[in-house]
């Protein structure tokens, strides 16, 4: 690509960020193990106790990833709530279909329950990883010069 | 995300290069397409159709390894080997592609795969299947995380590092890393379903 920069390092490669990535990964691990032990149980009921502790875990690591990233200031969010909505958009629709094969399949009471709030992290942990990803790499809009260390709190 | 920009002036440097043309993250063309697998995979499940959920998991999943196996073991250590620049200009035209594609397909089989299982009966306890789709439950899990957690996002933000006006190729070169070693991984794994579902489909 002959438009490519082959310059020093820029400010968003060299700038350090708190681990919203891998605290939104390990939640996403952690609903996909949760759904693949009630999926395991299918047709049959599974038992609840340990999906609906990996589901707790899992969102408390989705929650620590949200409110991390709600912190960065300076912080491309133009441009991270342009990818957020899309894949939100996208991850919303692939969550539905999933839902809808439980609901078919007659899945009821709180199986379907914990099944649906792993599916709502899921459609949340994947925009969240994506948006941020590319935010980090952006430069804030507005902002010019060296960017802030921003992966300790203030 | 999704809008076509003008051609854009590249720069190396200082010194202004030739046009190059202006990155879709999304393709809009392809959108009509998905919305119409999605929908057939949705009738499939409500109909509970067993031609159409075959299928939906066949075809998606022979599509999807196929293309994980190619681009994992084929394209991936090729693309580690080129210049920055030309990963750069591949990736610019080869990932928005992908971006649809792939989601789709797995959607498409895991979704067809699931109710399907369930129809023939392999997902009963009592079925000599059960463990083994247990097992693939687990190698797709692992591919989702790595798939959704690492290489969507990288591939995600390359295509808006590449769309704008003076793209840094370190942080091309940085998420494209990630690309090389994840997609080898995901190749892998792939040959561990490919042996999974012929045993299922064998027993």
């Known amino acids: 690509m002959s438009g490519v920069s082959a310059a020093a390092p ?31 149980y299918a047709p ?10 990996i589901t707790v ?27 957020f909505w899309w894949a939100l958009l996208a991850y919303v629709i692939s969550a539905g279909v999933i839902g809808f094969a439980f609901v078919k399949d007659h899945v009821r009471g709180a199986p379907l329950a914990a099944v649906l709030v792993m599916l709502v992290i ?15 790499y952006s430069s804030p809009a507005g902002h010019a010069g060296s960017l802030p260390d921003v992966s300790q709190p203030a | 995300m999704t809008d076509v920009g003008n051609m854009q002036a590249g720069v190396v440097g200082t010194a202004p290069v030739a046009a190059r043309p202006a990155i879709q993250v999304v393709p809009l063309k392809g ?42 073991l084929i394209v991936g250590p090729i693309l580690g080997r080129l210049s920055v620049a030309a990963r750069a200009e591949f990736t610019a035209r080869f990932m928005p592609k992908m971006v649809l594609l792939m989601p ?30 247990v097992v693939s439950y687990c190698v797709v899990g692992v591919m989702a995380v790595i798939a959704l957690g690492v290489l969507e996002p990288a591939n995600i933000a390359v295509l808006f590092e590449m769309r704008k006006p003076n793209p840094d190729g370190a942080v091309i070169a940085t998420l494209m890393r990630r690309f090389v070693l994840t997609a080898g991984v995901i190749g892998v794994m792939q040959v561990a379903t490919l042996i999974i579902m012929t045993k299922v489909a064998t027993q």
């Open chain 1, 10 to 40: 820029a400010p968003v490669l060299s700038r350090r960020f708190p681990p919203v990535a891998g605290l939104t990964t390990v939640s996403l691990g952690l609903v996909v193990i949760g759904g693949i032990l009630m999926a395991s």
């Open chain 1, 44 to 53: 049959r009921r599974p038992p609840l106790g340990v999906p609906v502790a």
């Open chain 1, 57 to 83: 875990v899992s969102a408390a690591l989705l929650l620590a990833g949200g409110y991390l990233t709600s912190r960065l200031r300076p912080f491309a969010w133009d441009r991270f709530f342009l990818v």
């Open chain 1, 122 to 136: 899921y459609a949340l942990d994947v925009p969240l990883i994506i948006a941020f990803t590319v935010a980090r």
């Open chain 2, 31 to 72: 959108l009509p397409i998905v919305a119409a697998v999605v929908a057939f995979v949705i009738a499939s499940i409500a109909g509970n159709w067993l031609w159409a959920l075959t299928f939906c998991h066949v075809a998606g999943g022979g599509l999807w390894t196929a293309i994980d196996l190619f681009v994992g």
């Open chain 2, 104 to 133: 789709t397909l797995v959607l498409m089989t895991l979704a067809a795969g699931f109710q399907l299982a369930l129809k023939l009966g392999n997902l009963s306890p009592a079925s000599p299947n059960h463990g083994w789709l």
